[in-house]
T-cell receptor, first 116, second 110 residues
Framework: NAGVMQNPRHLVRRRGQEARLRCSPMKGHSHVYWYRQLPEEGLKFMVYLQKENIIDESGMPKERFSAEFPKEGPSILRIQQVVRGDSAAYFC??????????????FGPGTRLTVL | KNEVEQSPQNLTAQEGEFITINCSYSVGISALHWLQQHPGGGIVSLFMLSSGKKKHGRLIATINIQEKHSSLHITASHPRDSAVYICAVTHTGTASKLTFGTGTRLQVTL
């Protein structure tokens, strides 16, 4: 049973370009979370999705950032017109159906975005 | 003030020492998680607990809900335990998104 897959592992973009980060959850997991880790800082929640639905996007910057989790295929975190401050490690995590007390989350290896 | 506070921020220990990392939180939670982030950046979930104590190998995690405090213990520490240990909580009623502490960087030397 493969773990959470993220690609690319490393992504370099110039200012103004678009970045697309992909996350394939573990088999059988229908819940996906995106987190960002800025250099020398802790992890911060960005967005929580289920298939075809955004459940909580309270951690997403209001502009340039969007996320989706289509019925088929991976979850995508999209950053338009990237700026140097977007340089960070972006982690995806997945969990199975949510129980009352929450579920353990399984993390992918992360995508390290560098904006030149 | 952060909702999740960890101490110490940095910790150096000699191989074989007993290690304790502390986590305090200020919100109602449904679960507390301990994560390990290796120098290469990968994150591994160590424990998820909502009460009592859990043990896995040389790792032990405890939580006191009344005091809003959790500890992660490592017995007989080894250099391969060197990593950043992160405490995270799931707030009550927030559908499992995690709020993280800033992490404790552990270095175990020979």
């Amino acid at each position: 049973n493969a773990g959470v897959m993220q690609n690319p592992r490393h992504l370099v973009r110039r200012r103004g370009q678009e970045a697309r980060l992909r996350c394939s959850p573990m088999k059988g997991h229908s819940h996906v979370y995106w987190y960002r880790q800025l250099p020398e800082e802790g992890l911060k929640f960005m967005v929580y999705l289920q298939k075809e639905n955004i459940i909580d996007e309270s951690g997403m910057p209001k502009e340039r950032f969007s996320a989706e989790f289509p019925k088929e295929g991976p979850s995508i975190l999209r950053i338009q017109q990237v700026v140097r401050g977007d340089s960070a490690a972006y982690f995806c995590a997945s969990s199975p159906q949510i129980l009352g007390g929450g579920n353990e989350q399984f993390f992918g290896p992360g995508t390290r975005l560098t904006v030149l | 003030k952060n909702e999740v506070e960890q101490s110490p921020q940095n910790l150096t220990a000699q191989e074989g020492e007993f290690i304790t990392i502390n986590c305090s939180y200020s919100v109602g939670i449904s679960a507390l998680h301990w994560l390990q982030q290796h120098p290469g950046g990968g994150i591994v979930s160590l424990f998820m607990l909502s009460s009592g104590k859990k043990k896995h190998g040389r790792l032990i995690a405890t939580i006191n809900i009344q005091e809003k405090h959790s500890s992660l213990h490592i017995t007989a520490s080894h250099p391969r335990d060197s990593a950043v240990y992160i405490c995270a909580v799931t707030h009550t009623g927030t559908a499992s998104k995690l709020t993280f502490g800033t992490g404790t960087r552990l270095q175990v030397t020979l």
